[in-house]
Protein backbone atom coordinates (compact mmCIF):
# COMPACT_ATOMS: atom_id res chain seq x y z
CA UNK A 1 0.00 0.00 0.00
CA UNK A 2 1.50 3.44 -0.90
CA UNK A 3 1.92 5.25 2.13
CA UNK A 4 3.76 7.24 4.23
CA UNK A 5 4.86 6.93 7.88
CA UNK A 6 5.80 9.11 10.72
CA UNK A 7 7.10 8.12 14.07
CA UNK A 8 6.17 8.65 16.57
CA UNK A 9 2.69 9.65 16.68
CA UNK A 10 2.48 11.64 19.91
CA UNK A 11 5.76 12.92 21.85
CA UNK A 12 5.55 14.67 25.11
CA UNK A 13 9.35 16.27 25.50
CA UNK A 14 10.87 18.78 27.69
CA UNK A 15 12.34 21.81 26.78
CA UNK A 16 16.08 21.07 25.65
CA UNK A 17 16.03 17.43 24.77
CA UNK A 18 17.22 16.46 21.43
CA UNK A 19 14.21 14.83 19.28
CA UNK A 20 14.02 13.32 15.66
CA UNK A 21 10.67 12.69 13.94
CA UNK A 22 10.85 10.45 11.43
CA UNK A 23 9.46 10.15 7.81
CA UNK A 24 9.13 7.37 5.19
CA UNK A 25 7.98 6.93 1.89
CA UNK A 26 7.27 3.73 -0.12
CA UNK A 27 6.61 5.66 -3.62
CA UNK A 28 9.71 6.54 -4.61
CA UNK A 29 9.02 10.24 -4.84
CA UNK A 30 11.57 12.36 -5.34
CA UNK A 31 9.82 15.60 -3.32
CA UNK A 32 9.32 15.37 0.42
CA UNK A 33 8.33 17.86 3.12
CA UNK A 34 7.55 18.69 6.61
CA UNK A 35 4.77 20.87 7.91
CA UNK A 36 3.97 22.63 10.86
CA UNK A 37 0.03 22.84 11.62
CA UNK A 38 -0.93 25.42 14.68
CA UNK A 39 -4.75 26.95 15.10
CA UNK A 40 -5.57 29.88 13.35
CA UNK A 41 -2.16 29.93 11.05
CA UNK A 42 -3.01 27.06 9.19
CA UNK A 43 0.03 24.31 7.27
CA UNK A 44 3.37 25.95 7.25
CA UNK A 45 6.37 24.76 5.50
CA UNK A 46 9.32 23.70 7.31
CA UNK A 47 11.88 22.32 5.04
CA UNK A 48 11.51 20.83 1.84
CA UNK A 49 13.70 18.75 -0.19
CA UNK A 50 13.60 17.50 -3.74
CA UNK A 51 16.19 14.73 -4.10
CA UNK A 52 18.81 13.20 -2.68
CA UNK A 53 21.22 15.47 -0.43
CA UNK A 54 19.01 18.47 -2.05
CA UNK A 55 16.58 20.26 0.57
CA UNK A 56 15.67 23.80 1.53
CA UNK A 57 14.10 25.78 3.73
CA UNK A 58 10.72 26.95 4.34
CA UNK A 59 8.95 29.60 6.02
CA UNK A 60 9.23 28.44 9.55
CA UNK A 61 12.76 26.83 9.33
CA UNK A 62 14.23 28.27 12.68
CA UNK A 63 15.06 25.61 15.26
CA UNK A 64 15.10 22.29 12.41
CA UNK A 65 17.28 20.79 11.19
CA UNK A 66 16.60 17.65 8.43
CA UNK A 67 18.71 15.42 5.82
CA UNK A 68 17.76 13.78 2.98
CA UNK A 69 20.52 10.83 2.54
CA UNK A 70 17.88 8.33 1.19
CA UNK A 71 15.10 9.11 -1.39
CA UNK A 72 12.52 7.39 1.38
CA UNK A 73 13.18 8.95 4.18
CA UNK A 74 13.30 12.30 5.46
CA UNK A 75 13.68 12.91 9.25
CA UNK A 76 12.72 16.02 11.32
CA UNK A 77 15.27 16.56 14.18
CA UNK A 78 14.78 19.29 16.93
CA UNK A 79 18.20 20.00 18.36
CA UNK A 80 16.88 21.89 21.30
CA UNK A 81 13.24 22.16 21.51
CA UNK A 82 11.34 24.92 22.91
CA UNK A 83 7.61 25.34 23.78
CA UNK A 84 6.82 27.09 20.89
CA UNK A 85 7.28 24.21 18.67
CA UNK A 86 4.76 22.37 20.20
CA UNK A 87 2.66 21.70 17.14
CA UNK A 88 1.13 19.27 15.05
CA UNK A 89 3.63 18.05 12.19
CA UNK A 90 2.76 16.28 9.04
CA UNK A 91 5.21 15.42 6.31
CA UNK A 92 4.71 14.87 2.70
CA UNK A 93 5.47 13.38 -0.29
CA UNK A 94 5.19 13.65 -4.25
CA UNK A 95 6.45 12.39 -7.46
CA UNK A 96 7.03 15.81 -9.07
CA UNK A 97 10.52 17.50 -7.99
CA UNK A 98 8.80 21.00 -7.03
CA UNK A 99 6.17 19.35 -4.95
CA UNK A 100 3.29 21.97 -5.87
CA UNK A 101 1.95 20.89 -9.18
CA UNK A 102 1.35 16.65 -8.18
CA UNK A 103 -0.67 15.12 -5.46
CA UNK A 104 0.91 15.50 -2.31
CA UNK A 105 0.50 12.48 0.23
CA UNK A 106 0.60 13.47 3.69
CA UNK A 107 1.53 11.35 6.41
CA UNK A 108 -0.55 10.47 9.54
CA UNK A 109 0.79 13.74 11.60
CA UNK A 110 3.04 13.96 14.66
CA UNK A 111 1.40 15.56 17.82
CA UNK A 112 3.99 17.11 19.59
CA UNK A 113 4.20 18.73 22.98
CA UNK A 114 7.22 20.86 24.56
CA UNK A 115 7.09 21.24 28.45
CA UNK B 1 -3.27 39.59 5.50
CA UNK B 2 -2.57 35.95 3.83
CA UNK B 3 -1.87 35.41 0.30
CA UNK B 4 -4.43 32.62 0.54
CA UNK B 5 -8.12 33.37 2.60
CA UNK B 6 -10.57 31.36 2.83
CA UNK B 7 -14.25 31.73 3.45
CA UNK B 8 -16.04 30.94 5.37
CA UNK B 9 -13.76 29.76 8.25
CA UNK B 10 -17.32 27.43 9.35
CA UNK B 11 -20.23 25.90 7.52
CA UNK B 12 -22.79 24.14 9.24
CA UNK B 13 -25.07 22.46 7.21
CA UNK B 14 -27.99 19.81 6.96
CA UNK B 15 -27.93 16.63 5.65
CA UNK B 16 -28.33 17.16 1.07
CA UNK B 17 -27.36 20.48 1.14
CA UNK B 18 -25.37 21.73 -1.75
CA UNK B 19 -21.97 23.48 -0.10
CA UNK B 20 -19.80 25.86 -1.15
CA UNK B 21 -16.31 26.66 0.16
CA UNK B 22 -14.40 29.53 -1.60
CA UNK B 23 -10.58 30.58 -1.55
CA UNK B 24 -8.88 33.40 -3.13
CA UNK B 25 -5.56 34.51 -3.22
CA UNK B 26 -3.78 37.83 -3.81
CA UNK B 27 -0.52 36.84 -5.83
CA UNK B 28 0.73 34.59 -9.11
CA UNK B 29 -0.19 31.05 -8.67
CA UNK B 30 -0.06 28.42 -11.44
CA UNK B 31 -1.74 25.69 -9.34
CA UNK B 32 -3.95 25.28 -6.83
CA UNK B 33 -4.94 22.24 -4.28
CA UNK B 34 -7.87 21.38 -2.45
CA UNK B 35 -7.15 19.15 1.09
CA UNK B 36 -9.33 17.91 3.20
CA UNK B 37 -8.79 16.72 6.87
CA UNK B 38 -10.70 14.31 8.82
CA UNK B 39 -11.49 15.17 12.60
CA UNK B 40 -8.90 12.58 13.69
CA UNK B 41 -6.36 14.51 12.23
CA UNK B 42 -5.27 12.84 8.77
CA UNK B 43 -4.88 14.97 5.34
CA UNK B 44 -5.90 13.59 2.11
CA UNK B 45 -5.32 15.52 -1.49
CA UNK B 46 -8.94 15.74 -3.04
CA UNK B 47 -8.22 17.70 -6.24
CA UNK B 48 -4.81 19.88 -7.84
CA UNK B 49 -5.98 22.28 -10.46
CA UNK B 50 -4.62 24.88 -12.92
CA UNK B 51 -7.69 25.37 -15.18
CA UNK B 52 -11.18 24.82 -15.66
CA UNK B 53 -13.17 22.37 -13.54
CA UNK B 54 -12.69 18.94 -11.81
CA UNK B 55 -15.34 16.70 -10.59
CA UNK B 56 -14.90 13.36 -8.16
CA UNK B 57 -17.83 11.79 -7.21
CA UNK B 58 -20.11 14.58 -5.47
CA UNK B 59 -17.52 16.83 -5.15
CA UNK B 60 -16.34 19.54 -7.92
CA UNK B 61 -13.46 22.09 -7.59
CA UNK B 62 -13.55 25.28 -10.00
CA UNK B 63 -10.65 28.25 -10.67
CA UNK B 64 -10.69 31.10 -12.20
CA UNK B 65 -7.03 32.00 -12.62
CA UNK B 66 -7.89 35.67 -13.91
CA UNK B 67 -10.67 36.54 -11.01
CA UNK B 68 -8.41 34.71 -8.38
CA UNK B 69 -10.64 32.41 -7.34
CA UNK B 70 -11.55 28.77 -6.42
CA UNK B 71 -13.97 26.98 -5.49
CA UNK B 72 -15.11 23.59 -3.71
CA UNK B 73 -18.41 22.34 -4.20
CA UNK B 74 -20.29 18.85 -2.08
CA UNK B 75 -23.48 18.53 -3.80
CA UNK B 76 -25.80 15.96 -1.59
CA UNK B 77 -24.16 16.64 1.30
CA UNK B 78 -23.65 13.95 3.82
CA UNK B 79 -22.48 13.42 7.59
CA UNK B 80 -19.36 11.77 6.58
CA UNK B 81 -19.25 14.84 4.41
CA UNK B 82 -17.65 16.31 8.01
CA UNK B 83 -13.98 17.48 7.58
CA UNK B 84 -11.96 20.82 7.31
CA UNK B 85 -11.41 21.82 4.03
CA UNK B 86 -8.23 23.32 2.87
CA UNK B 87 -7.00 25.02 -0.18
CA UNK B 88 -3.13 25.20 -0.82
CA UNK B 89 -1.93 27.14 -3.77
CA UNK B 90 1.21 27.08 -5.47
CA UNK B 91 2.61 31.02 -5.15
CA UNK B 92 5.37 31.94 -7.53
CA UNK B 93 8.27 34.07 -5.87
CA UNK B 94 9.33 37.13 -7.36
CA UNK B 95 12.76 34.59 -7.56
CA UNK B 96 10.65 32.36 -9.75
CA UNK B 97 10.39 29.61 -6.77
CA UNK B 98 7.67 27.70 -6.47
CA UNK B 99 5.63 27.47 -2.58
CA UNK B 100 2.63 25.82 -1.45
CA UNK B 101 1.15 28.66 0.49
CA UNK B 102 -2.13 27.39 2.35
CA UNK B 103 -5.34 28.70 3.82
CA UNK B 104 -6.35 28.60 7.69
CA UNK B 105 -9.16 25.93 6.29
CA UNK B 106 -13.31 25.39 6.53
CA UNK B 107 -14.69 23.61 9.36
CA UNK B 108 -17.88 22.18 7.78
CA UNK B 109 -20.30 20.49 9.87
CA UNK B 110 -22.78 17.89 8.09
CA UNK B 111 -26.18 17.69 10.15
CA UNK B 112 -28.38 14.87 9.98
Known amino acids: EAQVTQNPRYLITVTGKKLTVTCSQN?????MSWYRQDPGLGLRQIYYSMNVEVTDKGDVPEGYKVSRKEKRNFPLILESPSPNQTSLYFC??????????????FGPGTRLTVL | KNEVEQSPQNLTAQEGEFITINCSYSVGISALHWLQQHPGGGIVSLFM???GKKKHGRLIATINIQEKHSSLHITASHPRDSAVYICAAMVISNFGNEKLTFGTGTRLTIIP
Open chain 2, 49 to 51: LSS
Open chain 1, 92 to 105: ASSSGTSGATDTQY
Open chain 1, 27 to 31: MNHEY
